[in-house]
């Protein structure tokens, strides 16, 4: 056998595999469920002991009855018992003997013998007094109550000694009057049918006690689980201990000490973050100028080396990796700062209009060099729930991928409207690049995937623009759509704003 069997063997006491399960690590199941194990288990099981006990005490009580009016008839008997002409003799009136013969209770027998052990009167073949039977300590009387067989049938007996004497003579006579089992019977099966009847009806109204107490005891518990699950990502604050029983307070409190630890890690977090983005953007932009600088350095003293073609060459590869970089870096730490601090980014209205016309400004630029139609369709002004700072990044981000894979001579089209309903606002951009395949749309949405197109027109990029798109429209609550653009060949981006967002988490 095993070692993982011989600890979980069934031999075991129920606490030992208990303890030896926890010290594993293993799942303990429901607490609901094992709590109204261990509490209807031995609760069924002590009500059907004590079922036992109270239908043996109540057997023992009816034999008792039913002994002391076997004992009546037995001393009724024996009154009519005497000694007439130096003989033993019992005067047994018929009504007796029509009531011994007919007694609905079950059927009874009497003998009486005499001084000699002769048979005076009644049933002479009813079974003697066994010698091991001892007398009755209930009652006073010399009497012996035993069972025996009667003609097939099992049969109470009580043998009372009963003196007789006259002048002539004395002795002892004995009386037995015998009953037959079926009254006991038929009231030893009613008694165990109301024991039964009464202790499943107990313990079904216990049982549902159980089952209330318990939900009613973990009732603080759910509260508790309710109140965890319903938190945003940012609310990290304690939960209060007096929402839960004395036994679970060192529980929250160690659950409150964890978030707090988890608040000062997001918190180094986000110096790293803000560190990061000052030290890698600032040496990245010295880099940048540098090559630019001894890009001109090149063009202005053309000509004088032989090998001057192949360093500005290289000077200008140095330039577009930087660029790269430089992109990428930004990205990274925008994706990076929503991902730690969107939730906690204070939310106002912003009118939609005027993130356009400020984005539009500010990529003129880029558009004159590519020879590309930046133009803006605003015919609305568009207020959304939101943040203006990462609208203005959503914003920037598809337009700078709109210009950098439309090719020269294109257009691109930023476009701001309400919604249809009037409440919200739509953000799109359409260009007449190439666009992306619809089975690929879903792809380009998580970070560092590019399609092939996207590489052969623009190595340089990062993969990461859709990426930071999707991360904002979600934690404004706005629905994000790719779609083919009305030449039907570029790709329109629109994002769809609800009047008021509701609570999103950031896509993994």
């Known amino acids: 056998m095993s070692a993982a069997k011989q600890q979980l063997h069934p031999r075991l006491p129920a606490l030992e595999r208990l303890r030896r399960r926890w010290a594993q690590g293993r799942p303990l199941g429901s607490l609901r469920s094992q709590l109204l194990r261990w509490l209807l288990i031995p609760l069924v099981m002590l009500v059907l002991l004590d079922a036992v006990f109270v239908y043996r005490n109540a057997l023992d009580a009816a034999d008792m009855a039913y002994d002391r009016s076997l004992l009546a008839s037995t001393r009724a008997l024996a009154e009519r018992v005497s000694i007439v002409g130096g003989k033993v003799v019992a005067e047994v009136p018929y009504v007796a003997l029509d009531s011994f013969e007919t007694d609905t209770l079950g059927r009874i027998y009497y003998k009486v013998t005499g ?14 007094v066994p010698k091991n039977v001892p007398r009755s300590q209930n009652y006073p009387a010399l009497v012996r109550f035993y069972h025996a067989d009667y003609h097939g049938k099992p049969i109470r007996i009580a043998a009372l000694l009963q003196p007789v004497y006259d002048d002539s003579m004395r002795g002892i006579a004995l009386i037995q009057v015998a009953e037959t089992l079926d009254a006991r019977r038929g009231l030893s099966n009613q008694i165990l049918f109301d024991t039964l009847s009464w202790q499943a009806a107990m313990i079904l109204v216990m049982g549902a006690l ?21 938190r945003t990502l940012s609310d990290l604050s304690d939960v209060d201990p007096k929402l839960v029983h004395k036994e679970m307070r060192p529980l929250v409190s160690a659950m409150n000490g964890a978030m707090s630890r988890l608040q000062q890690l997001i918190a180094s977090q ?33 000509g004088t080396p032989s090998d001057m073609a192949a360093l500005r060459d290289i000077v200008r590869s140095i330039a577009a990796t930087t660029d790269s970089t430089v992109l ?31 984005v539009g400004l500010e990529m003129a630029m880029a558009a004159v060099g590519k020879n590309i139609d930046l133009s803006l369709e605003a015919p609305d002004d568009a207020p959304v729930h ?50 992306i395949p619809p089975a690929e749309r879903e792809r380009v949405l998580t ?25 904002i429209a979600a934690l404004h609550g706005a629905r994000l759509e790719l779609a083919t653009a009305a030449n039907g060949h570029g790709l329109k981006v629109g994002v769809y704003f609800a009047a008021r967002p509701v609570d999103a988490k950031i896509a993994p």
């Open 386 to 435: 939101g943040q203006a700072l990462l609208l203005h990044e959503l914003l920037a981000n598809l337009v700078d991928n709109a210009l950098r894979y439309t090719p020269q001579g294109g257009s691109v089209i930023l476009r701001v409207r309400a919604a249809q309903s009037g409440q919200g606002g739509v953000l799109e951009v359409e260009d007449s690049g190439a666009g």
């Open 210 to 230: 159980v089952w209330f107490a318990v939900r009613l005891v973990l009732r603080p518990l759910m509260r508790l689980k309710t109140e965890v699950e319903t």
């Open 328 to 358: 990428l870096a930004n990205r990274l730490l925008t994706l990076a700062r929503i991902e730690h601090g969107g939730d906690s980014l204070t939310m106002d209205t912003v009118p939609l209009r005027d993130v356009a016309q400020q």
């Open 447 to 471: 970070p560092f995937y590019r399609v092939g197109a996207a590489l052969e027109s623009n190595p340089g990029g990062a993969g990461l623009g859709l990426a930071i798109v999707r991360d």
């Open 115 to 128: 001084i000699n052990g002769e048979l005076v009167s009644g049933y002479g073949d009813l079974p003697p």
């Open 270 to 302: 986000r110096r790293f973050i803000a560190d990061a983005s000052h030290q890698l953007r600032t040496p990245l932009t010295v880099l940048k100028t540098q090559a630019e600088l001894a890009m001109r350095e090149c063009d202005r003293q053309a």
